[in-house]
C-alpha cells in the first residue's frame, strides 16, 4: 500500500483529454463532440506494525465534471457552442465577488 498513490497517478496520466472531451457523435451528417471541465484528485494512507499491534489510515478520491458545450462540425464548419446553463451556474460566484466588490468601493467612495 506504501505506493498506492504512485500507482493511481501512474493510471491516471492520460486521461485527462478523454475526461474532457467526449467521443465524437454523427447525427444527420452532423458531427459533435462534447466538451466538459473535469477534475479529480486521490489520497493515499499509510499502515504500520508495531509487534502485537498494528495501527493504519485510508485514503479516498473523488472528481466532477461540469459540461460546458460542444464543438459542432455542419457543412465543413466547426464551431463551439456552449451549455448556457452550465455558464450561468459558473458566472453566479463571478457575479456575487463583482457586487460584493462594488459595494465596497461604493461604500469608500462616500467616505
Do not use: C, Q
Amino acid at each position: 500500500m506504501a505506493n498506492i498513490a504512485k500507482e493511481l497517478a501512474d493510471s491516471f496520466t492520460n486521461t485527462g483529454v478523454k475526461l474532457a472531451y467526449g467521443e465524437p457523435i454523427e447525427i444527420a451528417g452532423t458531427t459533435i463532440v462534447p466538451v466538459a471541465a473535469a477534475s479529480y484528485g486521490f489520497g493515499a494512507g499509510e499502515g504500520v506494525a508495531e509487534g502485537e499491534h498494528n495501527e493504519g489510515s485510508g485514503g479516498g478520491g473523488g472528481g466532477m465534471s461540469v459540461p460546458v458545450g460542444a464543438y459542432i462540425t455542419r457543412n465543413g464548419k466547426t464551431r463551439f457552442e456552449p451549455n448556457p446553463v452550465a455558464l450561468i451556474a459558473v458566472s453566479i460566484p463571478f457575479i456575487g465577488v463583482a457586487g460584493w466588490a462594488a459595494g465596497r468601493i461604493i461604500k469608500a467612495a462616500k467616505r
